[in-house]
């Protein structure tokens, strides 16, 4: 039996460099789907491209500046006249006390995890919409989005967001066959939180919280994001699903108290 559910089909990854972005760009091409990757990161997408071959398609671009979002969806206009499916993955923050934050740093954060989303969605559902062929949209939430991060109010606003972003785009672009689904991630071993992992003190603070007892790998996310894209998910949009080995029952751990360790 095939398991090939993107034979064929045109995707869209940001965040493709690395992480969840890079596990789904590579599920995709394994499953048969061209993939059009975007990244600030010009070398990583490099690597990538070397690794995927002909299949991925790597685009220089940052995803919180609308004229360099527009061209690189763009690049799959150009190229395949369509596009099935988007994954939109690319984040990152800035912490700090809300008394001590810099507005710069807010702005950052909020532009890079939310106002991106807004962006790519924008014209991703815009070459959906105008190749009469529907589609799927994947954001990537956080667990954030639902419980508070001490020091990351930015993040968890914008993670936040993002969710209501997505039932607000799945209502608006259901006539165009167009689906809009979050997923919320809890703790994935990815570079974006390489130093709690390597701080043992810390990384045993999360762990102690996820009734599962471990970190996602990037590959155990970018399967429910693929299931969501999928045909296998054709009557679901609108909702948010939760990958987080249980954490959302438990609670965030006050890495505060290793200040005076």
């Given at each position: 039996m095939s398991t090939a559910r993107f034979g064929g089909k045109v995707a869209v990854v940001t965040g493709a460099a690395s992480g969840i972005g890079s596990s789904l760009a590579t599920a995709l091409v394994a499953e048969g789907a061209s993939v059009i990757g975007l990244d600030i990161d010009e070398q990583g997408l490099g690597k990538k491209a070397a690794e995927l071959g002909d299949s991925f398609v790597p685009v220089t671009a940052d995803v919180t500046a609308e004229a360099q979002v527009a061209a690189a969806i763009g690049v799959a206009a150009e190229r395949f006249g369509r596009l099935d499916a988007a994954f939109n993955v690319a984040?990152?923050?800035?912490?700090?006390?809300?008394?001590?934050?810099?507005?710069?740093?807010?702005?950052?954060?909020?532009?890079?995890?939310?106002?991106?989303?807004?962006?790519?969605?924008?014209?991703?559902?815009?070459?959906?919409?105008?190749?009469?062929?529907?589609?799927?949209?994947?954001?990537?939430?956080?667990?954030?989005?639902?419980?508070?991060?001490?020091?990351?109010?930015?993040?968890?606003?914008?993670?936040?967001?993002?969710?209501?972003?997505?039932?607000?785009?799945?209502?608006?672009?259901?006539?165009?066959?167009?689906?809009?689904?979050?997923?919320?991630?809890?703790?994935?071993?990815?570079?974006?939180?390489?130093?709690?992992?390597?701080?043992?003190?810390?990384?045993?603070?999360?762990?102690?919280?996820?009734?599962?007892?471990?970190?996602?790998?990037?590959?155990?996310?970018?399967?429910?994001?693929?299931?969501?894209a999928s045909d296998g998910a054709s009557y679901i949009t609108g909702t948010e699903l939760v990958v987080d080995g249980g954490w959302e029952i438990s609670n965030f751990p006050n890495l505060a108290k290793l200040a005076g360790s």
């Open positions: 984040g990152g923050s800035r912490i700090g006390a809300i008394t001590d934050m810099a507005e710069s740093d807010w702005d950052f954060t909020v532009d890079l995890v939310q106002k991106s989303v807004f962006l790519c969605t924008k014209h991703e559902a815009r070459l959906m919409r105008d190749s009469g062929n529907g589609g799927a949209i994947v954001n990537i939430s956080s667990l954030d989005g639902r419980i508070p991060m001490p020091g990351g109010s930015p993040y968890a606003t914008g993670k936040a967001g993002v969710v209501m972003f997505s039932k607000n785009a799945a209502l608006e672009l259901a006539p165009h066959r167009i689906r809009v689904n979050s997923v919320l991630p809890g703790l994935v071993d990815t570079p974006l939180v390489a130093a709690v992992m390597a701080y043992e003190p810390a990384k045993q603070m999360f762990l102690e919280r996820i009734p599962l007892g471990v970190a996602a790998t990037p590959e155990q996310i970018a399967e429910p994001c693929l299931f969501l």
